[in-house]
């Protein structure tokens, strides 16, 4: 049995149905089972033949995390901690789900897992101490850091882009950061083989798509593509501006790209672009009812 908690976020709503599809029992838990509450944890899964355990579970709010850093910090660090405590006393083996923010975004070169993080900003800072308190918990434990990181359910940087590009005639989009637009299914496709291989993959793993783009070159992807299925009723003007001139509560790393060779070694796998990715789930976003497609 496979247990996923944080079921109902944006890789969650993806990720339980493609592992029950795949034949395997999953028993997904989101926040009627607080992975605050240890206690609450163990009794959910009190006599269940839990053999993996990937936790979904996250506070992603990047910008009010400056403000309710207690929050953040109990849900992505202790929350963490607790369900990695619970898979070792279950023997259960481990797949935690973390971020590029865990580094600084200084470097111009695809970072390797082997190299120091430097995590800027509250979220940031409590995903990075979250892999410490996972890996300590959980020794033999699979933590998978993705990146820009987009599905159909939920809110993301693509949902944004069609809404209000709908709504409006143009709109502004940062063109000094840069990293890899990464889909849900890519992301669940990787958790799927590890488990169907059982492969022991213990420590820190890298995993987006190929390639790398500014939040300025993915919109107008975006509104290409969109044009082209029919999900915008107008070509909206996009306009590159600089983050400075975008000011948010948390700061972003400006170079946000991960290097991914070490899973696709491990898996004998080429991850797909960040192109090809975009272009099949917006012709899936087509084919869904209009309330559906556009969040």
């Not at 079921?7 to 993806?14: F, Y």
């Not at 599905?151 to 502004?172: A, P, W």
Request: charged content about 20%; proline content about 5%.
């Amino acid at each position: 049995m496979i247990w996923i908690t944080g079921a109902n976020g944006m890789l969650g709503s993806d990720l339980v149905p493609l592992l029950r599809d795949g034949g395997w029992d999953v028993l997904a838990t989101d926040a009627e089972v607080d992975v605050r509450d240890s206690e609450a944890l163990r009794v959910a899964v009190a006599s269940k033949p839990i053999d993996w355990v990937i936790n979904c579970c996250a506070y992603t709010a990047v910008d009010a995390a400056e403000a309710n850093e207690a929050a953040a910090m109990a849900i992505n660090v202790d929350g963490a901690a607790h369900v990695a405590e619970v898979a070792t006393s279950l023997q259960a083996r481990m797949i935690h789900i973390s971020t590029d923010y865990v580094f600084d975004g200084q470097a111009t070169h695809p970072r390797t897992e082997d190299e120091p993080r430097s995590p800027i900003g509250v979220y940031a800072r409590s995903k990075a101490e979250s892999e410490k308190r996972v890996a300590a918990a959980a020794p033999d434990s699979t933590i998978l850091r993705t990146a820009w990181l987009y599905g159909h359910h939920g809110g993301n940087f693509v949902h944004t882009m069609l809404r209000l590009m709908e709504e409006r005639e143009q709109i502004s989009v940062v063109n000094d950061q840069f990293g890899s637009p990464t889909q849900t299914v890519t992301l669940c496709r990787v958790i799927r083989q590890i488990i169907r291989r059982d492969v022991h993959a213990d420590g820190i793993y890298h995993v987006t798509s190929r390639g790398e783009t500014s939040w300025y070159g993915f919109a107008l992807a975006i509104r290409d593509l969109a044009l082209e299925r029919g999900l915008l009723s107008h070509p909206c003007e996009v306009k590159p501006i600089a983050t400075v001139d975008y000011p948010t509560p948390a700061r972003r790393p400006p170079y946000s790209v991960l290097s991914c060779a070490k899973i696709e070694g491990l898996l004998d796998i080429e991850l797909p672009s960040w192109q090809s990715s975009l272009a099949t789930f917006l012709t899936e976003a087509a084919e869904l009812p209009k309330h559906t497609a556009v969040v």
